[in-house]
């Protein structure tokens, strides 16, 4: 009797100790594919199953459901894991919970519905996210301009929007490429899209597009930016009812004294900027801080600022990374001068001795935007034509992670009515 009932507790004992959950960890030592980490997270939701992101702890862990599907995904996909048994899981759990560490746990609802804003027959290494989303295995939806004025962004959850310019000035790429056939091409394409859906200038229907995607972060909806993205999209929305573009971009001269007439009210990000008039010059506005940086290739790195996860779990959950100091890289639009950035906008990573900040977050509304300067966080200075960036070669990445902490972001939030 007393060897069936020792068998029965050993059995019992047995069973809690089993193992029913699996941590990602995402601590630099630990995982092999950081980028991969989060298309495990993602196709686990997709799934209708619950993750618990782990924030500050071991670099922003992930604790799933363990299930034989999941290991062997996890496998598949080259993702490092570690098996935990439900006490450990809770042990876990209770030392993120205390008030004297700087943790806590984000329960992930739903798998994001996410579009890429961007024009069609684009490839997929011209742009950052929709590498690091194909990478990652992360599944999204190609939207352009028919789509957004169509009013089908209420179908998705998260935007990005791919290096764009909302200005109409062509990305100021006139001194440059004007006699390039790729930029004489893409020139005709957008006069004649502009024309099927009834504007008569390019700028204005690229403001309509930036009203319709302002409306939609209004409304409940999550934005990501990079690049030339960022500055085109507020400076065209400060720039309604202004005509701010020289003849060789829409066929007449500009407004006299249009930068009077700037709006900064209409803006989500900058204000006080002064815009660069000259068609000859490869730049928008003074809100870049390109031409004016003194940062060597070997010292440009950003910092990235800690918040407390149990106070301020939003910010916290976009700055996690296995390392605070983050590799600096160029772009049209590279990073925003600290003196122009609205009060109001977070600024999640900066380099302070040259008064940029590179990676900012702000509230629209209901919904939230995150603007990241720059244009490949492997590539440091990508140029027209450039070979793609083979993410198998950076798996670690620190920048390429910011981006993949906004996709997941809005996961944390319960589904908002967009209107």
């Known amino acids: 009797m007393i060897k069936k009932i020792s068998f029965l507790f050993l059995f019992l004992f047995s069973l809690n100790a089993f193992a029913s959950y699996i941590l990602i960890p995402m ?101 950052a996210v929709t590498m690091v989303l194909t990478y990652a295995e992360i599944p999204y939806t190609t939207v352009y301009d028919e789509e957004v004025l169509s009013d089908q962004l209420i179908l998705y ?85 202004v005509d701010i573009c020289e003849p060789m971009f829409d066929g007449d001269p500009s407004e006299p004294g249009y930068q009077s007439k700037i709006d900064y009210s209409k803006t989500f990000a900058f204000t006080d900027f002064v815009l660069e008039r000259s068609p000859m010059v490869y730049e928008f506005s003074s809100i870049d801080m390109t031409t004016k940086r003194k940062v060597k290739k070997e010292t440009d790195y950003f910092s990235l600022m800690d918040y407390s996860a149990k106070w301020d779990p939003i910010p916290t959950m976009l700055c996690q990374n296995h390392t605070s100091l983050v590799k600096g890289f160029m772009g049209q639009t590279t990073s925003f001068a600290r003196d122009q950035i609205k009060s109001n906008v977070l600024v999640m990573g900066e380099n302070k001795s040259n008064g940029e900040a590179r990676y900012i977050h702000g509230i629209k509304g209901k919904g939230f935007f995150t603007f990241f300067g720059g244009h490949d966080p492997e590539d440091y200075q990508h140029r027209v034509g450039d070979a793609p960036t083979e993410l198998a070669l950076h798996p670690k990445s620190p920048g390429y992670r910011l981006i993949l902490n906004n996709v997941l972001f809005p996961a944390a939030k319960k589904k908002k009515q967009k209107t």
Not at 110 to 124: C, E, M, Q, R
């Open 27 to 127: 601590d630099a030592e630990s995982q092999k594919e950081h980028l991969k980490a989060y298309g495990i997270t993602y196709w686990v939701l997709e799934k209708q199953q619950k993750v618990k992101w782990l924030l500050n702890y071991r670099g922003g862990s992930f604790l799933l459901p363990d299930t034989a599907e999941t290991q062997k995904e996890c496998q598949i996909r080259g993702v490092s894991y570690e098996v935990l048994s439900d006490s450990k899981t809770e042990q876990i759990l209770l030392d993120i919970s205390s008030p004297s560490k700087n943790m806590d746990a984000v329960v992930l609802e739903k798998a994001p519905k996410i579009a890429v804003y961007t024009p069609k027959g684009n490839l997929p290494w011209d742009d």
């Open 157 to 241: 959850d998260w935007l990005h929007l791919h290096h764009e310019d909302f200005t109409g000035q062509y990305g100021k790429f006139y001194r440059a490429y004007r006699s390039a056939p790729w930029y004489i091409k893409e020139k005709r394409k957008a006069e004649e899209l502009a024309a099927k859906l009834g504007y008569n200038k390019v700028s204005e229907q690229k403001l309509a597009v930036a009203k319709k995607i302002r409306d939609y972060v209004i409304g409940g909806g999550f934005m990501f930016a990079m690049c030339s993205a960022t500055d085109s999209f507020d400076i065209a929305l400060s720039a309604e009812g």
